[in-house]
Nanobody, 120 residues
Framework: QVDLVESGGGLVQPGGSLRLSCVAS????????MGWYRQAPGRQRELVAR???????NYGESVLGRFTISRDNAENTVYLQMNSLEPEDTAVYFC??????????????WGQGIQVTVSS
């Protein structure tokens, strides 16, 4: 298990940008995938983006072309750069660490969540 702490959330106007950071309590070198999920009120938690140890990335369809995920294994940190933010991006964003057993992801850590609000 690894403890994850998010930062960088807040209130931003539509069209603006934010960068979320997630710092792990230990090394993430051996963690297969670091990701960001979000949950809006009344909705299920959904994948925003994840980055694998080989550098491959997955993005949720609604954020393609606007968000960029990256990981810095030396700093045990994963980032989410969010551009062209829309009110629909308003949610609590959670950092996640997961290892894979075959094709199945097994979470080894969740952050406490951080609020992102996009509003004028």
């Amino acid at each position: 298990q690894v403890d994850l702490v998010e930062s960088g959330g807040g209130l931003v106007q539509p069209g603006g940008s934010l960068r979320l950071s997630c710092v792990a309590s230990g090394s993430i070198v051996s963690i297969d995938a670091m990701g960001w999920y979000r949950q809006a009120p009344g909705r299920q938690r959904e994948l925003v983006a994840r980055v694998f140890n080989d550098g491959n990335t997955n993005y949720g369809e609604s954020v393609l072309g606007r968000f960029t995920i990256s990981r810095d294994n030396a700093e045990n940190t994963v980032y989410l750069q969010m551009n062209s933010l829309e009110p629909e991006d308003t949610a609590v964003y959670f950092c996640n660490a997961a290892n894979y057993v075959g094709k199945f992801a097994v979470s080894v850590g969740w952050g406490q969540g951080i609020q992102v609000t996009v509003s004028s």
